[in-house]
């Protein structure tokens, strides 16, 4: 594969490595670029879930429920967890997601005590349709990097991250 031609990060790191000689910039030519990628993701995010009147963290709640499979429901700290949001904020994502009719909340069968939020039908055609468009715009983000580099690059970001996860 032959190498990418001259981006405006390649010209910030010229211009750095001018102005600050004394400096090792290198960590700019990776995490520049990180940072421009995930500007793109998120427009195409906002794009898929937008075109499904959907905000993000709509998106998160109802794909946390859609990936546990039947039923599709959670508690509410389970949601939190997933989520990375306080108790607080999760409760008025769950207010306004009933308020749609994406999720409901019954009490649990094995405890009466204990609230489960589930996923309606129409919560899950809506996570269901914004989730297919997200694979689209992110498989053309992706397109100019052969299918064999992207599996290496998500084994590097991997690397990268794992210092960051607490799983």
Do not use: C
């Not at 039947?70 to 207010?95: A, D, I």
């Amino acid at each position: 594969m032959s190498p990418a031609p001259d981006d405006e990060v390649d010209r910030i790191v010229a211009a750095w490595r001018r102005e600050r000689p004394d400096l090792d910039v290198a960590p700019l030519e990776v995490l520049s670029r990180v940072s421009r990628l995930a500007r793109h993701l998120d427009l195409a995010r906002r794009d898929a879930f937008g075109a499904h009147d959907l905000e993000s963290w709509e998106f998160d709640v109802l794909s946390a429920l859609r990936r546990e499979g039947e039923p599709y429901e959670l508690t509410p700290t389970q949601l939190v967890r997933q989520t990375l949001v306080t108790s607080g904020t999760m409760t008025n994502r769950l207010s306004r997601l009933v308020g749609r009719g994406l999720v409901s909340r019954a009490s649990s069968d094995a405890d009466h005590r204990s609230k489960l939020v589930r996923l309606t039908d129409e919560g899950r055609g809506v996570v269901d349709a914004a989730f297919a468009d997200l694979v689209a715009h992110e498989r053309r983000l992706l397109a100019g990097l052969p299918t064999d580099r992207q599996g290496e690059l998500a084994q590097l970001l991997k690397g990268l991250l794992a210092p960051f996860d607490d799983v």
